[in-house]
């Protein structure tokens, strides 16, 4: 569902170069994200990061809409997460849907629960950003948010999605129900019946009915496959006219939130590059995961050995530039919110994506943590404060995110970077050693390619076994939840005893049960790859990781041939 508010936000990019819809987006709501989101330094043709939620609120929908039949009130969850990565210069896209059921520190609290209770805490969308920021090393430099109302009004604007449907479907409990086999275009409450799936059952030429084995997870390469037929779609109707993108931008006017930072001309940028965009340009990747039960609920662990891989992506890992403070997520922790909003906002100031974590803490020099992706960052944070520092390596911290703790000091942050020269000769080598890119040339970077060939040279070396519930193959499971101040975690906010489950909450917020049934596999438009045990069969393109099994029933290549 989230992806239709990224056709949203591209409709006002296209529309707002009419000054109309200049003045429409000033009615746009817009989300107060505070720190959460990087500052806004980048150049027009770096790569942005979007953080796109599509939540389960029906409150904007009329009592008597379909999608209030038998529903209770559970407050505002985030139903989809999905981050999007678009560089301007290649013209590529990359859209990363997050399971919902993920279980991971929230932020600000540190303590374990499902990843989309995060929107329902005391900062709102801020806490939701955080939380992916800390736990999986990815910067959001955008945020925006749509409902079940504003999915319904894009698709009733572009007339329907046309798709193709392999075999009929049903989901008693969204209302889906396809008859037919073919061309079908589904309209608006068909659309979102579809998006929205969990116990999707599907009918064998046999005639017997099979239940999607994977429930939550199968939506993910359903709803990655539906944004293409969108996408398509849209783009079909000419949407990359301002004057007809503007249909699309009076539907989602109210209903659609953005953050506060989001202008009307970066807008304008946004509907310059879909201008040139097609929907095969999107590349999509679930995050892998994995089945973990407790007695107090059903949750998604992430298989890290293999996120890994897709997260570079996202992380900016991939592109075979240099890093700069742009890239580099920092936590800065201290005793006192004085010290760390003060030495965070000189970070800030040099670029860096830097938000701040209040904990008792004492320190004689600063404490720099960093993990396998992060000495070139840790390098950077080296250069700008004044004075020694220490050194400690988290193989827990994801991506270029370093974390400093203070303590109860206020170190000098310099006005500039300093030169290499400057930095402390032992913190410069170990860094070095530990894959640091320097002024120098120690370490170039290097460019990743596709993340589908890399996984599938991993499957060819190592035999590719993915982890299962109940089994210790990652670093991330012998984790204590909670980000304490000596940085063990390298995830949350605050220090947390003996790495407590948040079960009950998660129990509370994480929505339905998962069906069961014969595995089965369906068509997909994109070509993902999973990691296979010995033996395996390798399952249809565009299932990955924990989406092995799920049942995608429209074939994508035939619905662009679908009329209407």
């Not at 999107?282 to 891989?309: C, S």
Request: proline fraction near 6%; charge should be negative.
């Amino acid at each position: 569902m989230g992806f239709n508010a990224l056709l949203a936000v591209a409709c006002l990019g296209a529309a707002a170069g009419l000054f109309y819809t200049r003045v429409l987006v000033q009615r746009i709501d817009t989300v107060s994200v505070s720190q959460a989101t990087r500052n806004d330094t980048r150049d027009a043709k770096d790569p942005i990061n979007y953080l796109i939620i599509g939540t389960d609120s029906a409150a904007t929908l009329d009592e008597s809409d379909p999608v209030n039949n038998g529903r209770d009130n559970f407050g505002e969850l985030a139903d989809v997460i999905m981050v999007l990565r678009v560089d301007p210069r290649s013209g590529e896209a990359w859209l990363l849907s997050i399971p919902r059921d993920s279980l991971v520190p929230i932020s600000p609290s540190g303590r374990d629960s499902k990843i989309n209770s995060a929107l329902g805490g005391p900062n709102g969308a801020a806490d939701l950003i955080q939380t992916i920021k800390r736990n999986f090393g990815v910067s959001v430099d955008h945020y925006v948010q749509i409902d079940f109302r504003a999915f319904k009004q894009i698709v009733q604007v572009l007339g329907g999605v046309p798709a193709y449907f392999t075999n009929p479907v049903v989901d008693d409990n969204t209302g889906l129900n396809v008859e037919e086999t073919g061309c079908v275009v589904l309209d608006r409450d068909e659309a979102l019946a579809y998006a929205r799936a969990r116990h999707l059952r599907y009918q064998q030429p046999d005639g017997t009915w099979v239940t999607d084995p994977r429930g939550d997870l199968g939506r993910i390469p359903r709803q990655q496959q539906f944004a293409k037929l969108l996408i398509h779609k849209a783009l079909g109707n000419g949407i990359r006219n301002p004057g007809k993108a503007l249909g699309v931008a009076n539907s989602v006017i109210g209903v659609v939130k953005i953050d506060q930072q989001l202008t009307v001309q970066q807008l304008v940028d946004v509907g310059a590059q879909f201008r040139t965009f097609s929907s095969d340009q999107l590349k999509t990747y679930p995050l892998p995961t994995y089945d973990y039960t407790t007695p107090n609920g059903a949750y998604q662990k992430v298989d890290w050995e293999e996120a890994r891989t897709y997260l570079r992506v996202f992380q900016g890992l991939e592109s075979g530039e240099a890093t700069v403070p742009r890239d580099v997520i920092v936590d800065v922790v201290g005793d006192t919110s004085e010290n760390t909003d003060l030495v965070s906002s000189a970070l800030g100031g040099l670029e860096f994506d830097s938000s701040t974590i209040v904990d008792n803490t004492s320190r004689d020099v600063p404490l720099v943590t960093y993990g396998p992706e992060g000495a070139t960052g840790a390098l950077l944070i080296a250069r700008a404060i004044d004075g020694p520092i220490e050194l400690r390596y988290n193989d827990q911290i994801e991506g270029q995110r370093v974390q400093v703790e203070l303590g109860d000091l206020r170190p000098t942050v310099a006005a500039e970077l300093r030169p290499e020269g400057e930095v402390d000769p032992e913190v410069l080598a170990e860094l070095v050693e530990a894959g640091a890119t320097t002024e120098g040339g120690d370490n170039p970077p290097t460019t990743l390619g596709d993340p589908d060939a890399v996984a599938a040279e991993d499957i060819a070396t190592d035999g590719g076994e993915t982890p299962t519930a109940g089994t210790d193959d990652t670093a991330a499971d012998d984790a204590a939840t909670g980000d304490t101040a000596t940085g063990d975690t390298g995830t949350g906010d605050t220090a947390v005893d003996g790495g407590a489950t948040d079960d009950a909450a998660a129990a509370d917020q994480g929505g339905d049960e998962q069906a069961t049934g014969d595995d089965a596999t369906g068509q997909d438009g994109s070509s993902t790859t999973t990691a296979l045990a010995p033996g395996e069969t390798p399952p249809e393109p565009g299932l990955t990781g924990s989406e092995q099994g799920a049942f995608v029933p429209i074939d994508y290549q035939r619905s662009l041939a679908c009329p209407g």
